[in-house]
């Protein structure tokens, strides 16, 4: 089944203490992303990739770390967590270039909470 | 800069009303656009896209979207909203010219009434 797979869905943890959400996707996609969803703000992006090796900042990159080493992979990495990173995060991927017409496919959400 | 803007927040409508949900962008250029919804609980899925010169767009589940060039407008419609339709729905724009970026509007969480 075609599918973007965030790990882990919840998360607590504290101030300072580093983490890695981890995004993978099955589908041979080319473009990656991680959003923030936030309530009365929607959706923000926080770093992209193109392609392995190729990534770049999006909306809301402080405080985050991406890597693309292989295609299906984009990790999302907070160094020194704060309790303004509470949020619900999504991994999503495409074909090719959102400029392309191509549509995101989203994978279930990992619900941080930083205390 | 980009900006997509959703002016309803909240709407309530009982079963078998109309809807329309407001999107408009800020780009004159050529532009990609997308409807989302996302379900209680669950990820964001594609309800539809506009990518030819037809401006009515037709979606899943009986949604439908008409892209306005001369309004900056594409706003989603659906004639007799049930209440499995309840969830939040989000405008997205892409521009054509090679920028990478995929820019949300804030969302419209829509309650249907039994």
């Known amino acids: 089944e075609a599918q973007v797979t965030q790990n882990p869905r919840y998360l607590i943890t504290v101030t300072g203490k580093k983490l890695t959400v981890t995004c993978s996707q099955n589908?041979?996609?080319?473009?990656m992303s991680w959003y923030r969803q936030d309530p009365g703000l929607g959706l923000r992006q926080i770093y992209y990739s193109m392609n392995v090796e190729v990534t770049d900042k999006g909306d809301v990159p402080e405080g985050y770390k991406v890597s693309r080493k292989e295609k299906r992979n984009f990790p999302l990495i907070l160094e020194s967590p704060s309790p303004n990173q509470t949020s619900l995060y999504f991994c999503?991927?495409?074909?090719?270039?959102?400029?392309?017409?191509?549509?995101?496919?989203f994978g279930n959400g990992t619900r941080l909470t930083v205390t | 800069a980009q900006s997509v803007s959703q002016h309803n927040h909240h709407v309530i409508l009982s079963e078998a009303a109309s809807l329309e949900l407001g999107c408009n962008y800020s780009y004159g250029g050529t532009v990609n656009l997308f409807w989302y919804v996302q379900y209680p609980g669950q990820h964001l899925q594609l309800l539809l896209k506009?990518?030819?010169?037809?401006?009515l767009v037709k979606g899943i589940k009986g949604f439908e979207a008409e892209f306005i060039k001369s309004k900056f407008s594409f706003n989603l419609r659906k004639p007799s909203v049930q209440w499995s339709d309840t969830a939040e729905y989000f405008c997205a724009v892409s521009f054509l010219g090679g920028y990478q970026k995929v820019t949300f509007g804030t969302g419209t969480k829509l309650q249907v009434i039994p």
């Open positions: 999503a991927s495409s074909l090719s270039n959102p400029s392309n017409n191509s549509p995101l496919h």
């Open positions: 589908m041979n996609h080319e473009y």
């Open positions: 506009y990518f030819s010169e037809d401006p």
